[in-house]
């Protein structure tokens, strides 16, 4: 499954952006999702994730309580909310298909697709 996030952008300090991921030839309600992201010189860190089972959600201690991820199934989509942005959230922002997801854990990330600059700056 190849997915493509996209939605990024500039932003100021405290400033909201909604990021999409999508698809094309699959239904992504059947994939438990999750968002990764890379900031330069760091290594890529799991944000959040949304189980196709039962619909549990993980978020990164980072991003909890300011992020928020939900599927809307009818654009065959999986989005991510980000309000209260930081600048250390600064990051390409890319979304996978993941091996499991629950409140407590995020899984193994398979397939890349391309994804997406967030820049949070003044």
């Known amino acids: 499954v190849q997915l493509q996030a996209y939605g990024g952008g500039l932003v100021q300090p405290g400033g909201s952006l909604r990021l999409s991921c999508g698809t094309s030839?699959?239904?992504?309600?059947?994939?438990?999702i999750g968002w990764f992201r890379q900031a330069p010189g760091k290594e890529r860190e799991g944000v959040s994730c949304?189980?196709?089972?039962?619909?549990?959600?993980y978020y990164a201690d980072s991003v909890k309580g300011r992020f928020t991820i939900s599927r809307d199934n009818a654009k065959n989509t999986v989005l991510l909310q980000m309000n209260s942005l930081k600048p250390e959230d600064t990051a390409v922002y890319f979304c996978?298909?993941?091996?499991?997801?629950?409140?407590?854990?995020?899984?193994?990330?398979?397939?890349w697709g391309q994804g997406t600059q967030v820049t949070v700056s003044s």
């Open positions: 949304i189980s196709s089972s039962d619909g549990s959600t």
């Open positions: 030839g699959f239904t992504l309600n059947y994939y438990t």
């Open positions: 996978a298909t993941v091996t499991y997801c629950s409140s407590s854990y995020l899984g193994t990330p398979g397939s």
